[in-house]
T-cell receptor, first 113, second 114 residues
Framework: DTEVTQTPKHLVMGMTNKKSLKCEQH?????MYWYKQKAKKPPELMFVYSYEKLSINESVPSRFSPECPNSSLLNLHLHALQPEDSALYLC????????????FGPGTRLTVT | KQEVTQIPAALSVPEGENLVLNCSFT??????LQWFRQDPGKGLTSLLLIQSSQREQTSGRLNASLDKSSGRSTLYIAASQPGDSATYLC?????????????FGEGTQLTVNP
C-alpha cells in the first residue's frame, strides 16, 4: 500500500462551523505533513509531525489545530475559519522527517463561506 | 533563503515532441531535489527524487538531471503524450538538519496537444 488517503474530498463550511480533515497512510511512515495550496501557487507547509509529535508549526493561526492520534492518522481541526482560508489542503507522509521522499494525498478542497 | 525558479511558466507542445523543463535554485547546499506532477485540483504525484550525490535519475520516459554546483535541474520528457498535460513542480530539500521543509518552484504548466 503506497497511498495517502484524505477525507473528505470537498468541504464547504461557514465561518462559525467546526470541521475536521482526515489523512491516513499505512506505509509505516513516521513523518506526516499538512500543506495549504492556493490556486496556481505551490504548496505551503503548515505543520510537520514526527513520531506523533508536532515538529514544525509554520506560524499557522490557531483556528487550525493539528492532531496526530497515531502513526497512521493525521487530523486537521478547523474552527472559525475565514473566506481566505479557502484552498486545497494536502497531506503528505515520508519514512522519516529528515530527507526522505514525501508522498502526497489527493487533497481536500475547502471552501469557507 | 533558498529560492526555486521554474522556466518556462507554461509550455504547449504537439504530441510526440521531446521537451525539457527547467528548475534553478539559489543555494546549492541541498540534500536532494524532487520532481512532482500535479493534475488540476489534485494532489502531487512524486515523479523522481535525485540525491545531491547523483547526476540523474530515470523513470520510463522521464529523465531528471541535477547539477548542484550550478543550481540547476532539468526534467526531460521523451515522446510527449496528451496524458502528460499537467503542472510540473520541482522542490529542493535543504542540507541542514531541518530537512523536512521543501522549497517549491512555482511550476511549469504543460499542455500536450493531440
Amino acid at each position: 500500500d503506497t497511498e495517502v488517503t484524505q477525507t473528505p474530498k470537498h468541504l464547504v463550511m461557514g465561518m462559525t462551523n467546526k470541521k475536521s480533515l482526515k489523512c491516513e497512510q499505512h506505509m509505516g511512515h513516521r513523518a506526516m505533513y499538512w500543506y495549504k495550496q492556493k490556486a496556481k501557487k505551490p504548496p505551503e507547509l503548515m505543520f510537520v509531525y514526527s513520531y506523533e509529535k508536532l515538529s514544525i508549526n509554520e506560524s499557522v493561526p490557531s483556528r487550525f489545530s493539528p492532531e496526530c492520534p497515531n502513526s497512521s492518522l493525521l487530523n486537521l481541526h478547523l474552527h472559525a475559519l475565514q473566506p481566505e482560508d479557502s484552498a486545497l489542503y494536502l497531506c503528505a507522509s515520508s519514512f522519516r522527517e529528515i530527507r526522505h521522499e514525501q508522498y502526497f494525498g489527493p487533497g481536500t478542497r475547502l471552501t469557507v463561506t | 533563503k533558498q529560492e526555486v525558479t521554474q522556466i518556462p511558466a507554461a509550455l504547449s507542445v504537439p504530441e510526440g515532441e521531446n521537451l525539457v523543463l527547467n528548475c534553478s535554485f539559489t543555494d546549492s547546499a541541498i540534500y536532494n531535489l524532487q520532481w512532482f506532477r500535479q493534475d488540476p485540483g489534485k494532489g502531487l504525484t512524486s515523479l523522481l527524487l535525485i540525491q545531491s550525490s547523483q547526476r540523474e535519475q530515470t523513470s520510463g520516459r522521464l529523465n531528471a538531471s541535477l547539477d548542484k554546483s550550478s543550481g540547476r535541474s532539468t526534467l526531460y520528457i521523451a515522446a510527449s503524450q496528451p496524458g502528460d498535460s499537467a503542472t510540473y513542480l520541482c522542490a529542493v530539500r535543504p542540507g541542514e538538519t531541518s530537512g523536512s521543509r521543501l522549497t517549491f518552484g512555482e511550476g511549469t504548466q504543460l499542455t500536450v496537444n493531440p
